[in-house]
C-alpha cells in the first residue's frame, strides 16, 4: 500500500526551527520528485519546496529561500524538510506529495 506519512509538526516560537520528515511506504522515493506543500486557515494550497528524482535539484518558494532546505535519505526512503528562522507567516498544516499522493499533514504553528 503506498502511502506518505509526514511528522515533525508542532509550536514554535517566532525564530525557531523544526523539521519536517516525510516517509514513503509502498514505493521507493528517489525515483520520484517529492514536494512539500503548506495550507494555511482560509487559504488555498501552495508549493514551498520540492526535490528532484534526477539529480536532486530542489526548489524553493521565494517567501522560504534561505530559511529552508529540502533533502531526502534513500535509505530511510524519507524526505526532510529543514524550518530555520520561522515566522508566524509560516504557520499552515504542511503536506508532502509524490508519485500522485499526498499525506494527511502535519500542523506548524508559529507563535509566541
Known sequence: QVQLVESGGGLVQP???LRLSCAASGFTL???A???????PGKEREGVSCISSSDGSTYYADSVKGRFTISRDN???????QMNSLKPEDTAVYY???RGYWGQGTQVTVSA
Do not use: E, M, P
Open 30 to 32: 528517489d525515483y520520484y
Open 15 to 17: 525564530g525557531g526551527s
Open 75 to 81: 535509505a530511510k526512503n524519507t524526505v526532510y524538510l
Open 34 to 40: 517529492i514536494g512539500w506543500f503548506r495550507q494555511a
Open 96 to 98: 508532502c506529495h509524490g
